[in-house]
């Protein structure tokens, strides 16, 4: 039974560090996915605050920094952002008293509205006013014009459609895809890296040999320009661009064009790379790109055409100052060094003389870099085509990382838009990490976000959405609170900051109906049930993974499993995820394996072992009651574990969840995990080829004729 739920005290609740905290959007106090009650700890609750630039470092400052608050909040006319959902009341306050007050709003286009906006002003108690935000105003992002007698203010108005209305295709049956670590399968053509020329094939044999309708890949997000890489696809440099490192030479227009020579070196590169697409040992993702690097520098020397050239040209004014941005924190990293190594990235920033220098010294690296995201702008939205014109309904589904790496260009170019230098995210203890998890990035700054009308998220998520048909958004309890962890304090002892959830959301409902796709939050782990309502809502889909769905959300291994036919509708529903091991190596206690050697487990391994064969155990039990195994298969795991396996699918297919999804890791066999959470350089994170049960590596132009493959593919089908 779950602990008793507790709120705070009268006593602590006047105190004047809790007043100033939550005057801040800092909760004090939360419940864990026991239901245990936590207070935060005041030293963490003052860390907090300065990260948000609050002084509340004694008695005599939180009085100040209080009366400073609520001095700002009064003399605020409008609120810098404001959110409208078409169809649901909404109103704002004006901060201003009398018949003085004058409102304008300008839409999206530069279009004045025509609306009376004066009409729909209503006076308070106070004598101040309230908006009612009429109805008739477009889906879009506007700006709403208030002065009142020698005052003025701007607000930034996000008017959003109330839901995101699922595509035809999904609305009018079940759909279902793979999900891939896209960098683990190569060709001949790879580099020794899984590329976005296998994308495409991996989209194109998916729809048409398995009858998918989209493929899950891990984030593109864009990495380093030079070696040493971050293995991790979810501690990118910046989320705004693409990572180029997945760029396919060969498929470059201008590749064709290379002298004979330039040819001869380009094969020359490819060649000493080439037998790593044959190994299953980790991939060498330096050596990869060093040598690659070195070819897309020839291609990129290759003259373009006319046409080309006006299409690179409107690629760079179309992604304005950020790719500029990007673009010089490249050159910087490769002219002055690693940013974790030198000091220009803590000396320097945008307005320096020397970046201005370096830029103009170096003209041709800054245009190199804008090249290569063009390159595989063009790369990923080709990919996406294929995948639509082969038949999928959704295609590629992106996934969204939480942050941004601490030394990576947004955070150099834009420190303001974080809460840098003494905070990083994470979450706090749960039942898949004891310890809690802190992930090293820093959060975006919640009031930055609102002074600026989500400008820098508007982007990233149109950006993503002009190369696929859903986005998935990692850790999507981000959207409502964020785990801020102050330097030094260890992933426990952080505490939850408030977000402008509606604000996000209503960028996602209009962003994802303007491309009439979807939007799919992973909501595992320690997620109060309002965020899955409110993200039901307003048509966000949640994840629901099999090994996690216990009857009543038990937490005990040995609990029954719940039946799929329970799941929720609007739900991503698999058999596992990207941070467990395949299901194959699930079923032979991999994990307890891999824990135990890296020395990671925090109560003795018999304990652990007991746990897991219990959780095991209980899924066995769930099989055999619905007739999808017998008992003797139950009983002999290791001899059927690829009946298993299919077992657990066709199970999963019983589920009314729109999207169904199964990873391809399942489909071939493989056993070895491609991430083991709470690892860096301990293990071969996101750097394990994509491999069979006899560890025979998997090639691009095979995955989808193996027979396991298409086995898997069938259950999937289900006759539908």
């Known amino acids: 039974m779950a602990a008793p739920q507790h709120t705070e005290s009268a006593e602590r609740i006047a105190r004047p560090l809790i007043q100033l905290a939550k005057l801040n959007g800092i909760a004090t106090s939360y419940i864990d996915q026991l239901g245990t009650y936590v207070e935060i700890r005041d030293e963490v609750l003052v860390s907090v605050l300065a990260a948000l630039g609050v002084d509340a470092s004694s008695n005599e400052a939180i009085a100040t920094s209080y009366a400073a608050a609520r001095r700002r909040i009064a003399d605020t ?54 908006l009612n935000l009429p109805d008739d105003i477009p889906v879009g992002y506007h700006t709403l014009h208030v002065e009142a007698g020698t005052r003025h203010g701007d607000a930034t108005l996000i008017c959003a459609p109330t839901r995101i209305t699922p595509p035809t295709s999904v609305s009018e049956r079940q759909r279902w895809g793979w999900m891939t670590q896209m960098y683990s399968i190569r060709s001949a053509q790879s580099w020794g890296v899984g590329d976005y020329g296998d994308l495409r094939e991996l989209l194109i044999d998916a729809a048409k040999k398995s009858h998918a309708d989209f493929m899950l890949i891990n984030p593109i997000h864009a990495t380093a320009p030079v070696e040493p890489l971050e293995p991790s696809p979810y501690l990118p440099e910046s989320r705004r661009f693409l990572n180029v490192t997945y760029i396919r030479p060969q498929n470059i227009p201008e590749y064709a064009r290379l002298t004979p020579e330039g040819e001869a070196e380009v094969e020359r590169l490819h060649n000493e790379v080439v037998p790593a697409n044959d190994s299953a040992e980790p991939m060498d993702i330096n050596s990869a790109w060093r040598h690659k690097r070195q070819a897309l520098r020839l291609i990129y020397a290759v003259p373009r055409s006319a046409e080309r050239q006006a299409a690179f040209d409107a690629f760079k004014r179309t992604a304005g100052s950020d790719l500029q941005a990007f673009a010089a924190w490249s050159v910087a990293f490769q002219v002055w060094g690693a940013p974790w190594e030198s000091m220009w990235f803590h000396d320097t920033n945008r307005d320096s003389p020397e970046v201005a220098a370096l830029m103009r010294d170096h003209a041709d690296m800054v245009d190199f870099e804008c090249w290569l995201q063009w390159i595989a702008d063009g790369q990923v939205a080709d990919a996406q085509r294929a995948a639509r014109d082969s038949g999928m309904a959704l295609g590629l589904i992106q996934d969204m990382a939480v942050g941004v790496h601490s030394l990576g260009a947004d955070v150099w170019w834009n420190p303001e838009r974080f809460a840098v230098g003494s905070v990083t995210v994470g979450c706090p203890p749960d039942f898949y990490n004891q310890q809690g998890q802190d992930w090293g990035q820093p959060p975006f700054n919640p009031k930055h976000l609102a002074e600026t009308g989500y400008a820098v998220y508007r982007d990233m ?12 958004i990692d850790h999507v309890l981000g959207l409502f609170r964020l785990w801020w962890i102050p330097q030094g304090e260890g992933a426990r002892g952080g505490a939850y900051v408030a977000y402008d959830h509606e604000a996000m959301i209503a960028i996602l409902t209009i962003e994802a109906t303007r491309a009439n796709g979807l939007v799919i939050g992973e909501d595992l782990g320690t997620v109060p049930d309002y965020v899955r309502t409110v993200l039901a809502e307003h ?16 937490p005990n291994a040995g609990d029954p499993y719940a039946d799929p036919s329970a799941y929720r509708k609007y739900a991503l529903a698999s058999v596992t995820t990207h ?22 487990l925090s109560e003795p391994v018999e304990e652990f072992q007991a746990s897991a064969a219990a959780e095991r155990q209980a899924m066995l039990d769930r099989l055999t009651a619905s007739g999808l195994i017998t008992p003797e298969t139950a009983a002999n795991v290791d001899d059927h574990i690829q009946d298993i396996v299919e ?57 989808f004729d193996l027979p396991r493959v298409q086995s898997l593919a069938a259950i999937m089908n289900g006759g539908k």
């Open 461 to 472: 998520v149109h950006t993503m959405f002009s190369h696929a048909g859903a986005i998935r």
């Open 647 to 703: 077992a657990m699918h066709t199970m999963l297919t019983d589920s009314p969840s729109v999207l169904l999804q199964a990873a391809l890791v399942d489909g071939v066999g493989e056993t070895r995990s491609q991430n083991q959470p709470g690892t860096s350089s301990e293990y071969c994170n996101w750097r394990v080829p994509l491999a069979d049960e006899h560890h025979r590596v998997v090639h691009t132009d095979e995955v």
């Open 77 to 130: 006319l409008v609120e810098p952002t404001i959110v409208k959902f078409v169809g649901k009341p909404a109103s704002t306050p004006i901060r201003a008293q009398g018949d003085d007050v004058t409102l304008r709003l300008t839409l999206e286009d530069g279009s004045p509205y025509m609306g009376g906006l004066r009409t729909h002003l209503i006076e308070q108690d106070d004598g101040t006013l309230s």
């Open 539 to 554: 048509g966000l889909l949640g994840c629901v993974v099999e090994w996690f769905a216990r009857v009543d959300d038990s």
């Open 579 to 600: 941070d467990l091991p395949p299901t194959a190596g699930y079923l032979q206690f991999e994990h307890v394996k891999l824990r135990e050697r890296l020395h990671l």
